[in-house]
């Protein structure tokens, strides 16, 4: 049992990422990581030891992520209300971010959930596409389709993004 619950701690750094990758807000990754986590750990005896717990739990976070979005879309989006400036609890960081990264993750974000998804899976996380598409609920052709459209959504967006940094450039 214990030896269950190290390999499934060895993958939260893997399953924040992706959780990270789906949503836009950290707050909200991290509550989706808590979720797949509870409902992992209430259903451990449906983990194969002999395998990796990583596919099992992305399926368990996908499945989670799916029903995020349809309680969403019934229901509608959640609004933050504004702090007083009192009430500011946190300051954001003030180090440089990378642009290339920025304008990467930025379009990444643009883009579909259902590609954003694929790409993630088969590009970031490393899975073959068989697994993908296991663990995601699609046929193999619908994820290499996703990937594919994906990949060229990110490759219009890039596009743009450059040559609006070099509009600005040349204003200056």
Not at 5 to 18: G, S
Not at 71 to 100: F, H, I, K, W, Y
């Amino acid at each position: 049992m214990e030896a269950k619950k190290a390999a499934i701690l060895n993958e939260i750094p893997r399953l924040r990422r992706y959780a990270r990758s789906l949503l836009r807000d950290r707050d909200a990754a991290d509550d989706l990581v808590q979720d797949c986590l509870e409902r992992a750990l209430l259903r451990l005896d449906n983990w194969q030891t002999g395998e990796t717990p990583r596919k099992w739990l992305f399926t368990i976070m996908h499945h989670l992520f799916i029903d995020g979005l349809r309680r969403t879309s019934r229901r509608g989006e959640a609004a933050m209300l504004p702090l007083d400036a009192g009430e500011v609890s946190s300051v954001p960081a003030e180090q440089a971010e990378n642009m290339a990264s920025r304008a990467i993750i930025d379009a990444l974000q643009a883009i579909g959930p259902d590609r954003r998804a694929a790409l993630v899976m088969v590009a970031i996380e490393g899975f073959s596409y068989a697994e993908a598409a296991t663990i995601l609920g699609v046929p193999a052709g619908t994820l290499m389709s996703r990937i594919a459209r994906g990949r060229e959504d990110l490759r219009v967006l890039l596009e743009g993004s450059a040559r609006r940094r070099a509009i600005r450039i040349v204003e200056k």
